[in-house]
Structures are given as C-alpha cells and as structure tokens.
C-alpha cells in the first residue's frame, strides 16, 4: 500500500497545502495510506480533524520515521534540501520543484537516489489540463493581481453618472495574453475597466476580443514570435525594442499596467522601461507578476512596493499564496490528477510511456533525465 506524505511547507510566505481533505478521501480509496504533518494545511483553513475525517494520520513535523518510510511525497515547493535526504531510496518527489537552474535540487536528487516529478515539465497536451498546476496557479495571480491595482490606484475602475458629473472607466493595458493575462482581463472588465492587451502572438488576440478587450496588435516587422509547447516562446531584443515603442502612447494614456509575460526557465523580457515610466501619469499603477525573473517593467522589486515619480510600482510574485484556500484546493486537484497515472491497482508506478509522465519526470531513482534544466553545465 503507497504511502504518501503532506509536509508542512516551510517556505517563506508560503501558505499553500499539497492536499485537502477532499484529495486525501481519494488517496485513501485508491489504495494509500496519507500522512499529513501537523498544521500542513491551518494558513488555508484546512484543520487536522478535517483531515483525520477523511482518513489521514497526523504526524509531528520532520519526523524522521515517516519521512523515510513514505513512497510519495507531494508538496507545494520542493522542502529543504537536509529534509529531502530523510527519504528513502526511490522516494517520488511531486510538485513545483523550481527546476530551471536548480542545480541544488539536482544534487540532493542524485544522492538521495530520487525520483520527482516537476509540474513546470508538464506537457501542454490536452491530457494534462487537469494537472496543469502553472495554469491553476497562474488563473489566481492574474485575479488577484487587478484587485492590487483597483486597490492601489486613485481612480475608479468603472464608468460612474453622478450628480457632480460623470467619472470615466480606468484604462487597463495587460502585457501578456497567458493564462494569467486573460484572467486579470476578465477580471479588470467585471470592475468596469476599457482593458486593452498586448502579446507577442497575433493568434491570442480572439480570446481576447472574446473577452471584451481591445488587442494590441504586435509590431510588424521580420520576426514573428510565436509559442513553443504551449509557453510564449523568447523574442529577440529587436522586436522587443518595437514593441516597447509601440507600447509607449498606450501606457501614457494607462491608469494601470499588469505585467505577465514569462518565459520558462528564461529572465522575463523587459517590455517597460524607464522612458516609458516616465510617460506614464503620476497616480497610475504597475503590477509585475514576473518581477521573481527579472521582471517585465524596470524597478519592480519582488514583494515590495515602491514610488517612480509618482507611479505606483508592485512586485507580485507570489499571489496565488494570497488566496490559499481556493489556491490549495485547485492545486490538490492538479496532483490527484497526476497521481492516478501513477497509482495504480494499489501500486505506485512510473510509467515511461504515459507521455505526462516522462515529460515531467525530472529524475528517476537518482538518475537526472532533464540535467539541461537543472544545470546546462551538467550537476556536479
């Protein structure tokens, strides 16, 4: 019978739970037995009798005899590399293990003798939509990245007639058209916003239009980025360098700006600059949710919030840790759909020719299968 592991997640700011006590009830009628450490799931309103209700044992914190006794341990971010060696040989790490450049997270792979499953190696095939945790995820911080800015900025978002005359509705630019850009669309539309968006890909601009939006359209010259595996793929500075100026008299016009353009494994590209900040009208908002790659607008700093000559700048790269609850509950539901290619007729097995799994299998018993994310230079 597989035994799998909750840990309580030790991460700075992290307020996340690997499981609910709805995907516990299904680990336990697939055959498993679940330990959940004390408190796991307290800061997203999950309690341990919640959990004992539905079939898990409470366990201390880094105990070490469960630790080295689990077969499979999901967790929201990858745990402390002296936690990691607790497990035994063969132990299946599964989550969003932070792999790109994570040669630290490669090394204790290898000496542990562990597997893992990293979710920012999932496919984008439709198969894997249920697991797809970066889009889960991603749906949360475009959300509550427009609340930021609503709450930031020093103008109404919607349309209002009142007795003292007429407000007119904020102007909203969106960089990127993502999963997290379309959803910060959504949202900015239902509090009133003209929303405009601006992406790399002219094929995105009919969800836009769907959505009610005004698409800008990328600048026309040779190259023509598009996507690669279902991720926006790099563009080159020259159009980037375009696009900025295309982007110039829209952000002058802007009461707010929400920035999501990524790019896995890469720094995120910069699409505002200081020339255009400047531009921008003192009282206006800018929220990075790339500022943890770099950042797309100059001068974000992750998790803080700072002033440009009167323009609002936020670093927001941890927003779905803002609505653990809900961010748990989709999260949990994106690894029991992953564990039930692994868990079957009582046993946990990683099949090599299920295309979710070797796709996302970052190493297998201790071997590193993807050595080129964790490390281009190879782990040492």
Not at 132 to 141: G, P, T, V, Y
Not at 143 to 160: C, E, H, N, T
Not at 223 to 247: D, H
Not at 267 to 284: T, Y
């Amino acid at each position: 019978m597989p035994r799998v592991l909750i840990p309580f997640e030790v991460a700075p700011g992290e307020t996340r739970v690997a499981a609910t006590p709805e995907t516990v009830k299904k680990f336990r009628e697939m055959g498993c037995d679940v330990f959940v450490e004390q408190d796991a799931g307290l800061s997203a309103g999950f309690g341990g009798e919640s959990f004992k209700k539905s079939g898990a044992e409470i366990v201390p914190k880094a105990d070490k005899p469960t630790w080295n006794s689990v077969d499979l341990l999901l967790c929201v971010q990858s745990p402390p590399i002296e936690s990691l060696a607790l497990l035994k040989d063969g132990a299946l790490l599964l989550g969003l293990l932070a792999p790109y450049g994570n040669n630290s997270l490669g090394n204790a792979l290898v000496s542990g003798n562990l597997s893992s499953i990293a979710l920012e190696l999932l496919p984008r095939i439709s198969r894997a939509q249920q697991a797809d945790a970066l889009s889960s995820q991603a749906n949360i911080a475009g959300y509550k990245a427009v609340l930021i800015a609503a709450s930031a900025l020093d103008r109404y978002f919607p349309m209002l007639m009142t007795a003292a005359g007429t407000v007119q509705p904020a102007k909203v630019v969106i960089l990127g058209a993502g999963v997290a850009g379309l959803q910060a669309v959504a949202t900015a539309k239902r509090l009133g916003a003209v929303v405009y968006v601006s992406d790399i890909r002219p094929a995105v601009k009919e969800q836009v239009e769907s959505l009610g939006a005004r698409f800008i359209d990328p600048p026309e010259i040779n190259e023509k980025p598009s996507e690669s595996g279902g991720y926006a793929k790099a563009a080159s500075e020259a159009f980037l360098a375009e696009q900025r100026k295309q982007l110039m008299k829209q952000l002058s016009e802007a009461d707010v700006a929400i920035c999501t353009a990524q790019v896995p494994g890469k720094k995120a590209p910069r699409l505002i600059d200081e020339e255009m900040l400047e531009k921008m009208r003192p009282g206006s908002v800018v929220v990075d949710l790339a500022v943890a790659q770099g950042g797309n607008c100059a001068g974000t700093k992750s998790e803080e919030s700072v002033t440009r000559n009167g323009v609002k700048l936020i670093g927001a790269s941890d927003l779905p840790c803002t609505i653990p609850n809900h961010a748990s509950t989709l999260y949990s539901k994106n690894l029991l759909a992953l564990s039930k290619s692994l868990l079957k007729d009582g046993e946990l097995i990683i099949n090599l020719e299920d295309e979710l799994i070797s796709g996302s299998l970052l190493s297998e018993n201790g071997v590193i299968r993807f050595s080129e994310v964790l490390n281009p230079g190879g782990i040492n």
